[in-house]
C-alpha cells in the first residue's frame, strides 16, 4: 500500500465512554441524553482499520461539559493516533477562568482547536444579539489565543451566522477558523442549493478558514456511495483549495451511517475512487495532510 490508500485522518468524530465512574456526565445530563450507549475509538476502529492506518480529532462531547479527561487521557495514551477539539466557554454568566489561558492549558494535552456554536444553532449565545453573536471579550481572547498559538477556533454553525465571523476574521485574520459540517449547506430533497454553496464559498476569500468536508451521510441522498454529492465537492475545493479542506465522518454524531461497515469505506471511495476532478495529490491532502498539518504537525 501507499501513503495514499493507507493513512486516513477523520477530522471530526464524537467519543464517550461507558465507564461512567472514571468518566462521569457533567451534573444535569443522564444516559438517556447520548445518541448510543457509548461510541469509544475502538468502535471507529471497527470499521475503519480495514482501510488502513487511521487517525482521529476527538471532538468534546457536551455531556461531559468542561470536563476534558476523557479525550486528553486518549491523546496521552497515543498521541500519534489521536488530537482533539475542545470546549471553552467564549461568554458566561458566571466567574470562569479566561477563556484564552484555558485555550493554551488544554492545547498542551493535545487539544489543538476549540469549539464555538454560532448564534443561531439552537442555543444562542448572544443573549439575543444574534447579528453581533461573538461581540464578547472571551470570544475576543479566544481569536486572540488562537492567533498567537496556532489553535483553531471550530465552529459549528449556519450560513447565517457568517456575517458576524467575516467581522471576526478580518479583525483577526491569522486566526484559524475551521467550519464544521460545510456550514450547515445541505442537497435537500435533490434540490441544488446554489445560493448557499455560493455564500460558502465567499469565506474562501479569508484565508484562516479551514473547511471540514462531511458527514457525507447527512449532505445529500444519505445513501452510499454518495454520488449525489460529487458536484458539491467540486465546487466547494474549487473555492478554498484542498489545502483548506479536511474530510470528516462525524462518527459518533447524531446523524448515523446506515451500516457503518460499508458506509465509512464508501466515504472513502467517494473521494479516492469517485472524484475524478481531483489529483492523487488532491485527494492526499484532503483525507489526510490538511488535517495532519494542522492537528499533528506541531
Known amino acids: 500500500m501507499n501513503e495514499l490508500t493507507d493513512h486516513i485522518i477523520d477530522a471530526h468524530i464524537h467519543v464517550w465512554s461507558p465507564d461512567f465512574d472514571r468518566y462521569p456526565l457533567s451534573p444535569g445530563f443522564t444516559r438517556d441524553d447520548l445518541w448510543l450507549p457509548s461510541f469509544t475509538p475502538d468502535d471507529h476502529f471497527a ?5 488502513g492506518k487511521v487517525r482521529l480529532n476527538l471532538v468534546q462531547m457536551t455531556w461531559y461539559g468542561l470536563d476534558h479527561r476523557y479525550i486528553l487521557d486518549l491523546i ?7 488530537t482533539g477539539t475542545g470546549i471553552v466557554p467564549g461568554v458566561s454568566d458566571v466567574s470562569l477562568a479566561d477563556p484564552g489561558k484555558t485555550m493554551h492549558a488544554l492545547s498542551e494535552g493535545g487539544i489543538r482547536a476549540f469549539r464555538v456554536r454560532g448564534g443561531k444553532t439552537g442555543r444562542p449565545t448572544a443573549f439575543g444579539r444574534a447579528n453581533r453573536w461573538l461581540d464578547y471579550p472571551g470570544y475576543e481572547a479566544m481569536f486572540k489565543t488562537g492567533a498567537e498559538h496556532n489553535l483553531g477556533l471550530s465552529f459549528l454553525m449556519g450560513l447565517d451566522d457568517l456575517p458576524d465571523l467575516i467581522r471576526m476574521c478580518r479583525r483577526f485574520p491569522a486566526t484559524p477558523v ?3 459540517h460545510l456550514c450547515g449547506v445541505r442537497i435537500r430533497d435533490g434540490v441544488w442549493p446554489e445560493q448557499e454553496i455560493r455564500a460558502l464559498c465567499r469565506m474562501a476569500r479569508y484565508p484562516g478558514i479551514m473547511l471540514k468536508l462531511g458527514p ?6 444519505g445513501k452510499a456511495p454518495y454520488l449525489d454529492l460529487l458536484p458539491l465537492i467540486e465546487r466547494v475545493v474549487d473555492a478554498f483549495g484542498p489545502e483548506r479542506i479536511m474530510w470528516e465522518s462525524d462518527s459518533g454524531g447524531p446523524v448515523v451511517m446506515q451500516d457503518p461497515h460499508t458506509d465509512f469505506a464508501a466515504s472513502i471511495a467517494l473521494i479516492r475512487e469517485h ?3 481531483l489529483s492523487a495529490s488532491d485527494k492526499q491532502q484532503i483525507l489526510v495532510k490538511t488535517a495532519e498539518d494542522f492537528f499533528f504537525k506541531r
Open 178 to 180: 475551521i467550519l464544521d
Open 216 to 221: 457525507f451521510q447527512a449532505l445529500g441522498d
Open 47 to 51: 470499521y475503519s482499520h480495514s482501510l
Open 76 to 82: 496521552a495514551s497515543d498521541p500519534t493516533t489521536y
Open 275 to 277: 472524484a475524478d476532478f
